[in-house]
């Protein structure tokens, strides 16, 4: 797990909490318009409570957000929460917008943080159909000789989750025993959230048995879909992260309760989506009401939080030392 030595690392609650989605707060990461246009969409929310806000200057907010590319704010912030590992997830948008470096620039910033923050990170690094050969032969490197620890899709930059053109890197993922993350749910907001309903992910699961897929948010959107497939494929996980945006009217706690007592609890990991909730909440307080609160586990073994909480992502993240 990239050099992971659990005694070193920050614990909570008595185990190593183990964050299942977290992305690299920068522009070169995160195209400029996906905030763009995040920004008037909380714009457009607030004015509908007669709250008025400047489209430019929640951009800057935002901006300002997303200005961490060596990841020293967010280790900050795990320290805080107590969160020892997390799962960095390296989408590829460059088939859908501009993007603001090569493949190879962009992957050498994930590796510095790698280096800089010793055991803290896994990498997911993003693939896509339309990817060349180069991109393949990159992608091999990354995963055989870089330390990077699996692949990420996000199906919504205009492609599904099962499209054929994917078979090399699933079956290079079956050779190393590295898993895959697809984005189920909503999205940045430019793109066709279409392809990312859960469903479209299970042929590529029945097609390859040997590689570990985990529905990205699956624990919050479309989760009754994510759950009915891990359920029944041996092979499929759903995480948590964005779960405080649930859409449920008895509030996020309620909704992972819900979900954590659904029976797939050797199948969920609990992730939290960070930094995208940074203008609303700190990952301290997040982590502190899932982990110390009354509610979240309300109901839920002992055995069942501990897996939900690191067990199932470390089983996941050290199968290629097996």
């Given at each position: 797990?990239?050099?992971?030595?659990?005694?070193?690392?920050?614990t909570?609650a008595?185990?190593l909490?183990?964050?299942g989605?977290?992305?690299?707060?920068?522009?070169?990461?995160t195209?400029?318009?996906?905030?763009e246009y995040?920004?008037v969409?909380?714009?457009?929310?607030?004015?509908?409570f007669g709250?008025?806000?400047?489209?430019?200057?929640?951009?800057?907010?935002?901006?300002?957000?997303?200005?961490?590319?060596?990841?020293?704010?967010?280790?900050?912030?795990?320290?805080?929460a107590g969160?020892g590992?997390?799962?960095?997830?390296?989408?590829?948008?460059r088939?859908a917008?501009?993007v603001?470096?090569s493949?190879?620039?962009?992957?050498?910033?994930?590796?510095?943080?790698?280096r800089?923050?010793p055991g803290?990170?896994?990498v997911?690094?993003?693939?896509?159909?339309?990817?060349n050969?180069d991109d393949f032969?990159?992608?091999?490197?990354?995963l055989q000789?870089?330390?990077?620890?699996?692949?990420?899709?996000?199906?919504?930059?205009g492609?599904s989750?099962?499209?054929?053109?994917?078979d090399?890197y699933f079956?290079?993922c079956?050779?190393?025993h590295?898993?895959?993350?697809s984005?189920s749910?909503p999205?940045?907001?430019?793109?066709?959230f279409?392809y990312?309903?859960?469903?479209l992910?299970?042929s590529?699961?029945?097609?390859?048995?040997?590689v570990?897929?985990?529905?990205g948010?699956?624990?919050v959107?479309?989760t009754?879909e994510?759950?009915?497939i891990?359920?029944h494929?041996p092979?499929?996980?759903?995480e948590?992260?964005?779960?405080?945006?649930?859409?449920?009217?008895?509030?996020?706690p309620?909704h992972?309760?819900?979900?954590f007592?659904l029976?797939?609890?050797?199948?969920?990991?609990?992730?939290?989506?960070?930094?995208?909730?940074?203008l609303?909440?700190?990952m301290a307080?997040?982590?502190?009401?899932?982990v110390?609160?009354?509610?979240v586990?309300?109901?839920?073994?002992?055995?069942?939080r501990?897996?939900?909480l690191?067990?199932?992502?470390r089983r996941?993240?050290?199968?290629a030392?097996?």
């Open positions: 797990m990239n050099g992971l030595t659990e005694g070193s690392l920050p909570r008595g185990q909490l183990i964050d989605q977290v992305t690299l707060a920068s522009t070169v990461t195209p400029q318009v996906f905030l995040q920004a969409n909380a714009v457009e929310r607030l004015s509908a709250i008025t806000g400047s489209v430019e200057k929640m951009t800057e907010r935002l901006l300002r957000l997303y200005s961490d590319p060596q990841a020293d704010r967010l280790v900050a912030e795990m320290d805080a969160v590992h997390a799962i960095v997830m390296a989408p590829s948008y088939h917008v501009t603001a470096a493949q190879e620039d962009i992957a050498e910033l994930y590796r510095e943080i790698i800089r923050h803290r990170f896994t997911f690094w993003g693939v896509d159909p339309r990817d050969e032969l990159l992608t091999q490197t990354l000789e870089k330390g990077f620890g699996g692949l990420k899709l996000y199906p919504p930059c492609y989750p099962s499209d054929e053109r994917l090399r079956a290079l079956a050779e190393l590295l898993p895959v993350c984005h749910g999205g940045w907001g430019p793109l066709d279409g990312a309903r859960p469903l992910l299970d590529a699961a029945r097609r390859f048995p040997g570990d897929f985990i529905f948010h699956g624990a959107f479309g009754a994510c759950v009915a891990a359920a494929r092979n499929v996980y759903l948590s992260s964005g779960f405080s945006s649930a859409p449920n009217a008895d509030g996020w309620a992972l309760n819900t979900t007592r029976g797939v609890q050797h199948k969920m990991i609990f992730g939290t989506g960070w930094p995208s909730y940074r609303t909440e700190s307080s997040l982590c502190a009401a899932v110390d609160g009354d509610e586990f309300n109901d839920v073994s002992d055995a069942a501990a897996l939900i690191g067990g199932n992502a996941l993240l050290t199968q030392d097996r």
